[in-house]
């Protein structure tokens, strides 16, 4: 079987719409996270490969999880993984519940509603928000908005890819009710641009992810490591200036993407919110303490 690591398409931390580890983190924590990151990206890349065959694509994430527990020796990034987790005493189950949604998307191609897209983003994407919580010692109560913001995120991400998803690999995270409700259909997302229903769906989608972003909103201040509060304001400053995109413009004919531009204009912006709120917090704190 091919190395897994063969099956890389290239793409790394620097190409996400969100920040992996930036200078924001502390450089302590960012070997564990990185090697997260890199465990999860050629998962990613395997479950998204163009030529492998499901059956094969499987076998390459059972062979990543049995490195990962140490049953097998495993690839060179399961092994770094898994030294980081040890070092750190931390839980593989964040990473296994990554594989859980990559072995999804080989899977299962459609997506009911919403419910069953948020279960998809509890596997896909609130494990890693939750994993760079646990190596930074945060608390469990601030979960519930990182859950939120990561499944904003993933949502951002599949609105951004739609039309791509839909002609490369047949996968549709768009919630078929509500495509129905909208009077849209499936193979509308191969057209070079969105019919005036599906455009409707798309931005009914935008909307709801909107709602998820005001449910994370508190999540930065919740953070007691300055730096990671930071990086989280960050963040969240970059999915509201998607969202803003997706509730405006057509993803499939449209660029849904943020500019260099515009990813240092929402950098700025949530360095200064995130600064202000921890300030704000702070100077709250003092004047309980002095009552």
């Excluded at 065959?53 to 076998?59: T, V």
């Excluded at 990554?98 to 983003?121: G, H, K, P, Q, S």
């Amino acid at each position: 079987m091919t190395d897994a690591a063969e099956l890389r398409s290239g793409k790394g931390h620097r190409d996400e719409n969100f920040p992996v580890a930036s200078w924001l983190i502390s450089a302590r924590h960012r070997t564990p996270i990185l090697a997260f990151y890199e465990f999860v990206r050629i998962a990613d890349d395997i479950a998204d490969h163009p030529t492998l065959s499901s059956g094969d694509k499987l076998a390459h994430l059972d062979a990543l999880e049995a490195g990962l527990v140490g049953r097998t020796e495993g690839e060179p990034a399961a092994r770094k993984l898994r030294a980081a987790l040890a070092e750190r005493a931390l839980s593989s189950r964040h990473a296994q519940d990554l594989l859980t949604a990559f072995r999804m998307d080989v899977t299962r191609l459609r997506y009911r509603n919403w419910d069953e897209l948020i279960e998809y983003c509890s596997y896909s994407a609130m494990p890693v928000g939750r994993f760079v919580l646990d190596v930074h010692g945060e608390p469990r109560s601030t979960w519930p908005a990182n859950d939120a913001l990561c499944a904003a995120l993933q949502i951002n991400n599949h609105l951004q890819d739609c039309g791509a998803d839909y002609r490369n690999l047949d996968r549709v995270y768009v919630p078929l009710d509500t495509l129905a409700a909208a009077g849209a259909r499936v193979e509308e997302l191969a057209a070079p641009r969105s019919s005036p229903a599906l455009l409707e769906c798309l931005h009914t989608l935008a909307h709801r992810t909107d709602a998820l972003l005001q449910e994370s909103l508190g999540f930065a201040a919740m953070i007691a490591d300055m730096r990671l509060s930071l990086e989280v304001a960050v963040i969240t400053a970059l999915a509201q200036r998607i969202v803003r995109l997706l509730n405006s413009r057509d993803p499939l004919s449209e660029n849904v993407h943020l500019t260099k531009i515009g990813v240092m204009g929402g950098t700025l912006a949530g360095v200064a919110t995130g600064s202000f709120a921890r300030f704000a917090r702070g100077g709250l704190a003092s004047q309980r303490s002095n009552a």
